[in-house]
């Protein structure tokens, strides 16, 4: 709330270049476990698998565009930030099951560099491009993906817009 309060009192005095002071990492844990209703955090548990088929999704895009449509979101309000492998009630699952999917698609590649080009070519199917940062902190032992997505002025739009069972829109 204090990050909105400050953007607002910015944008009334016409200052619309000062980047948004982002929480240092070892907080974001806490403050995710103290945002039950995703205010300020959007949790997503995976990008390649589906839980709820309990199989791979690396060939389809709707995990990978919902996380997408989440940092396209935050950037057309303050910002925020999307943890990925952490579940919708707080429990972290980490990126392991991903990085599996990779290693048995991609045997020669490094699964966390695959998975990362993976998340960054989503990110920039925006227009005009999102301004974020990524990091892989450690939660419970597990690693985790952090999306800290700076807040816009101007209006974002994702390209390419994926829903399961649905056609592909432009």
Not at 31 to 56: F, G, H, N, S
Request: charge should be negative; include cysteine; hydrophobic fraction near 35%.
């Amino acid at each position: 709330l204090s990050r909105v309060k400050e953007m607002l009192s910015q944008f009334n005095k016409g200052i619309f270049s000062e980047p948004i002071i982002s929480a240092p990492v070892e907080d974001v844990f806490e403050r995710m476990l103290k945002d039950k209703i995703e205010q300020l955090i959007e949790r997503k548990e995976t990008m390649l698998y589906d839980v709820q088929l309990e199989k791979p999704a690396l060939n389809k895009k709707y995990l990978l565009s919902s996380i997408v449509r989440a940092a396209v979101s935050w950037a057309n309000t303050a910002g925020g930030e999307i943890l990925i492998g952490v579940d919708d009630v707080g429990n972290v699952h980490g990126l392991e099951r991903d990085f599996q999917i990779l290693e048995e698609k991609y045997p020669d590649k490094t699964p966390e560099d695959q998975w990362h080009q993976i998340l960054t070519a989503g990110l920039e199917q925006t227009k005009p491009l999102i301004t974020y940062e990524v990091d892989y902190p450690e939660f419970e032992g597990k690693r985790c993906c952090r999306v800290l997505v700076k807040g816009d002025l101007n209006e974002i739009q994702q390209l390419n817009f994926l829903k399961y069972g649905e056609k592909k829109r432009k």
